[in-house]
Nanobody, 116 residues
């Protein structure tokens, strides 16, 4: 079983930046992808950014050019650099990992609030 722990959320003014971190722990796993999702009140959870084991990335249209997903030197960590934040980015952000058996694990979520 993989455990994911997110950190870095908080309250920030529009136009500012924030970096989220996610650390995966457990034994004997390798991952196919790690990703960040978000869920705003009253809305469905949506994919924000994803990075594959090979390093390729993909982003939601709403965050392209503003957000960057990357892996740490310890490959069981993933970051989400969020620049030029907008009030519409307010949501709970969840880390996701899909392992080599196609099992998905989720973090507990971290709140990001962007004030106008």
């Amino acid at each position: 079983q993989v455990q994911l722990v997110e950190s870095g959320g908080g309250l920030v003014q529009a136009g500012r930046s924030l970096t989220l971190s996610c650390a995966a722990s457990g034994s004997g796993f390798s991952f196919l992808s790690m990703a960040w999702y978000r869920q705003a009140p009253g809305k469905q959870r949506e994919l924000v950014a994803i990075i594959a084991a090979g390093g390729s990335t993909n982003y939601a249209d709403s965050v392209k050019g503003r957000f960057t997903i990357s892996r740490g030197n310890a490959k069981n960590t993933v970051y989400l650099q969020m620049n030029s934040l907008e009030p519409e980015d307010t949501a709970v952000y969840y880390c996701n990992l899909v392992d080599s058996f196609f099992r998905a694990s989720w973090g507990q979520g971290t709140q990001v609030t962007v004030s106008s």
